[in-house]
């Protein structure tokens, strides 16, 4: 993710995104306009900000592409125009979940997903208030491979139905409980089983890695992605292995655990 000031030259619009990701809300040009607002940067008459977006991030997979994007929108307007990342962590983060929601991309702005794409680590948080509660790093046992299954189907987030997610609430109250004594297996396992049921996912691509001997398996976000975090490639292997032969159409993509950055 790169932003630039560049040369109008006859272009009408202040924003010019140069991105093969797909950006059916106008996520990059609200994060943009909102973050040259909130630093009270005004451009000149030939003028713009020209954002190049390089990402392998499928979207409305589950894997947090909409805030992945809007928090590097952000973070590369601050570093542009302002002093970056430095002190204004808690900023990008607001200005990135008010964008989100702006522009439809979030019904509640992700602050949790938007936090830990930004701080890294292990991240709790408040998201009505947009309040980071606790922040550390992933248990070392835990490994640093995840693998991440990527169906073909995708879910848009303009798809889901908040009332969908209120009647598994204390459910999800549980799963939140297990994820802050750190018992990870149980918290992503919980968190599945309430969008599997809304979503009609199945669960099997979560039992395999669990068998496999992942530390933890469970869809990420919305769905239909499912993540297993992994304590060695020789796990992680196995369960791509697994993966690929119950499941057609799909992809195995690997990721690494990041560590806790200062916030």
């Known amino acids: 993710m790169t932003a630039e000031l560049m040369p109008r030259g006859g272009y009408s619009s202040e924003v010019r995104v140069d991105s093969a990701v797909r950006d059916p809300h106008s996520l990059v040009e609200t994060c943009v306009l909102n973050s040259l607002r909130t630093l009270h940067v005004a451009l000149k008459r030939d003028e713009l900000v020209q954002i190049t977006v390089n990402s392998e991030i499928p979207a409305a997979a589950g894997l947090k592409s909409s805030s992945a994007l809007s928090v ?12 970056g990342y430095a002190n204004n962590s808690q900023k990008i ?19 949790d997903d938007a936090a830990a794409g930004l701080l890294g680590g292990l991240v709790f948080s408040d998201n009505l208030r947009f309040k980071l509660l606790s922040h550390r790093s992933l248990n070392p046992k835990a490994g640093s491979l995840v693998k991440l299954l990527v169906p073909s189907q995708e879910k848009l987030t303009s798809s889901l139905k908040l009332s969908d997610y209120r009647r598994y609430a204390r459910e999800g109250e549980e799963a939140i409980h297990f994820a802050r004594e750190e018992i990870i297996t149980q918290a992503m396992v919980l968190n599945s089983m309430i969008h599997a049921l809304i979503h009609r996912y199945s669960m099997q691509p979560i039992v395999s890695a669990i068998d496999e001997g992942a530390y933890a398996a469970g869809i990420s976000g919305k769905g ?8 060695n490639s020789k796990t992680g292997s196995r369960v791509e292995k697994r993966w690929l032969a119950e499941n057609s ?3 195995i993509v690997s990721a690494s655990v990041t560590k806790a950055r200062a916030s």
């Open 249 to 251: 159409n799909c992809k």
């Open 93 to 111: 983060l607001r200005l990135s979940c008010e964008s989100s929601i702006e522009s439809g991309a979030s019904l509640t702005g992700a602050f």
């Open 224 to 231: 239909p992605a499912v993540a297993a975090i992994c304590p």
């Open 72 to 83: 590097a929108v952000v973070k590369a307007i601050y570093d542009l125009f302002s002093s």
